[in-house]
Nanobody, 123 residues
Framework: QVQLQESGGGLVQAGGSLKLSCTASGRSEGSYRMGWFRQAPGKEREFVATINRSGGTTAYADFVKGRFTISRDNAKNTALLQMNSLKPEDTAVYYC????????????????WGQGIQVTVSS
């Protein structure tokens, strides 16, 4: 079992930046593939980014490529999402997710989820 806690969300103007953190606790924290998803009001939860256990392989949704960067610090049991050049359409609740083993870009790939954190981008 692993518990995930997001932090770093908030309100930012368009063009600004935010950095989300996800801290994992529980057994074998560094063994998990980590992902970020988001859900806007009235929409399905969608994939944003994922990173493998070593941090050497990442993948992004097309709509965040070049703007968002996912990273991890296994010593601190933390996954990070640096979000730059934010747009109003990035407004959503952002969720951290984890999977022990292989996972991809589908929300059903992941076994563990954080509570979510609000990111609001004003125009």
């Amino acid at each position: 079992q692993v518990q995930l806690q997001e932090s770093g969300g908030g309100l930012v103007q368009a063009g600004g930046s935010l950095k989300l953190s996800c801290t994992a606790s529980g057994r074998s924290e560094g063994s998990y593939r980590m992902g970020w998803f988001r859900q806007a009001p009235g929409k399905e939860r969608e994939f944003v980014a994922t990173i493998n256990r070593s941090g050497g392989t990442t993948a992004y949704a097309d709509f965040v490529k070049g703007r968002f960067t996912i990273s991890r610090d296994n010593a601190k049991n933390t996954a990070l999402l640096q979000m730059n050049s934010l747009k109003p359409e990035d407004t959503a609740v952002y969720y951290c997710a984890a999977k022990l083993g292989i996972a991809g870009t589908y929300k059903t790939d992941y076994d563990y989820w954080g509570q979510g954190i609000q990111v609001t981008v004003s125009s």
